[in-house]
């Protein structure tokens, strides 16, 4: 089993604790910012960062649908890091400053994939997948905070 990574980045134009704070809401902005691929979201314990439990259900193909049951810390300023109880996958948010009333926020994902040919494929083809899902998010997380 190798480790699988998918990354994607967006500069947004709101300062970094805007975004950050809005993307740690899980209880009130989360779920307005996931795209179509989550479904059966649910805060199931706090709802504001630290120490908050929240599930879904993330379809990353037409056949393929995990579902999620995260545990969320802030290890750090800037940092927001969901840990999924059902598999290895962890997600980590990073937003920092860039610029004058800008940030940048990055999302990178790894988990332990398969071995053989299909753990191949999922090395070869998961991280885009799952990049563009995460660039969906990071979207509706610019146009979020871009309104304010």
């Given at each position: 089993m ?6 994607t980045e967006?500069i ?9 704070d ?6 009130n902005s989360?779920?307005?910012l996931?795209?179509?691929?989550f ?5 199931r314990?706090?709802g ?8 879904w259900?993330l ?6 649908v995990?579902d ?9 300023d800037g940092r927001l ?11 980590t948010w ?6 004058e009333g ?5 999302v ?5 994939g ?5 753990g191949f494929?999922e ?11 995460y ?8 146009a979020e905070?871009?309104k304010?």
């Amino acid at each position: 089993m190798a480790q699988v990574e998918a990354t994607t980045e967006r500069i947004i134009a709101a300062d970094a604790e805007t975004v950050f704070d809005t993307l740690a809401d899980y209880e009130n902005s989360r779920a307005k910012l996931l795209p179509e691929h989550f479904s059966e979201y649910e805060v199931r314990e706090g709802g504001d960062g630290e120490g908050t439990v929240v599930h879904w259900k993330l379809q990353a193909t037409s056949k393929r649908v995990r579902d999620c049951l995260l545990d969320v810390t802030e290890p750090t300023d800037g940092r927001l890091v969901e840990k999924d109880r059902n598999s290895s996958m962890v997600t980590t948010w990073t937003v920092t400053p860039a610029g004058e009333g800008r940030s940048k926020a990055v999302v990178t994902a790894v988990w332990k994939g398969a071995g053989g040919i299909g753990g191949f494929f999922e090395k070869t083809f998961a991280p885009k997948g799952l990049a563009r899902i995460y660039d969906a998010l990071l979207a509706n997380l610019a146009a979020e905070v871009e309104k304010k």
